[in-house]
């Protein structure tokens, strides 16, 4: 069956109403399971609990679309593939920081269509699809208000957002990462989903981490383009395929792109 980017944006806002309830609950919670993966990340009943619900969605209402989620891997083979990283911020929700997001993206023959980004924990959610804009809802706001990066065009005035140091250590690249630093008007450690929502607010003029996953990227990507921001590898590739990722409001990216290739 064909679906316009309207009808799959409205069932993944829907299906995203449907998680939150989940992971809220589970937030909440005074009983949270919290395990140990191989790769020594935490993993929450929470996670796969909200996994498995939009699995289950999924395979109810869109039967013939492949899935790639972070907790139970790939399933099926289409142009269609949905996206799932259940919960985006994982250590922040197991310790009550209320800064984690459910990702839900859309990819089409490899390219990222439609994203959304909803953070409970904040009364807030980001969602895009292509050619459609991107929005944020929030408290106070009867309707979700367009997004748009800011126009600061130089470095000196930029406010950069990035996660930890260790990975950019590990690449050797933390000297340079420091340069950057103090190049930049303001550098923040927001971190994970929300640098990249901020900068396609307009708060932030650039956001990068050296180490990700397609989970950790692919609904990020359609908010920053939408809203009229640059998404790429530290190495300068289009989209969220580098295993990294420097987004900016596009102004800034080949200013800032010298200092992360290293």
């Not at 039967?63 to 891997?73: I, Q, R, S, T």
């Not at 997001?101 to 924990?121: F, K, N, R």
């Not at 929300?194 to 607010?201: D, Q, T």
Request: aromatic share 8%; proline share 5%.
């Amino acid at each position: 069956m064909n679906y316009t980017l309207d009808e799959d944006l409205s069932f993944a806002l829907a299906l995203a109403d449907k998680v939150d309830a989940l992971t809220l609950a589970r937030y909440h919670s005074n009983d949270l399971k919290v395990e140990t993966k191989p790769d020594m990340t935490p993993v929450s009943d929470a996670d796969r609990g909200a996994e498995r619900l939009i699995l289950a969605e999924l395979t109810a209402q869109r039967p013939g679309d492949a899935v790639h989620g972070e907790e139970f891997g790939v399933h099926g083979s289409s142009a269609r593939r949905w996206v799932i990283d259940p919960i985006d911020g994982t250590k922040n929700f197991v310790r009550k920081v209320p800064v984690w997001a459910t990702l839900i993206a859309l990819l089409i023959d490899d390219e990222p269509v439609l994203g959304v980004v909803s953070a409970p924990a904040l009364g807030r959610r980001w969602h895009a699809a292509h050619g459609l804009g991107a929005w944020v809802s929030e408290p106070g706001l009867p309707e979700p208000r367009r997004l748009a990066v800011s126009r600061v065009s130089s470095l000196a005035d930029a406010s950069v957002s990035y996660a930890s140091l260790d990975g950019w250590r590990e690449l050797g690249r933390r000297e340079k990462l420091m340069e950057l630093f103090d190049a930049a008007w303001r550098t923040r450690a927001y971190g994970d989903f929300y640098s990249y929502m901020l900068l396609a607010e307009g708060g932030v003029d650039a956001a990068f981490e050296p180490e990700l996953e397609l989970y950790d990227m692919a609904a990020l990507v359609p908010v920053v383009r939408e809203a009229g921001g640059r998404f790429t590898s530290i190495t300068g590739v289009e989209g969220c395929g580098g295993g990294n990722a420097l987004a900016t409001n596009g102004l800034l990216h080949d200013q800032i792109l010298p200092y992360l290739r290293g």
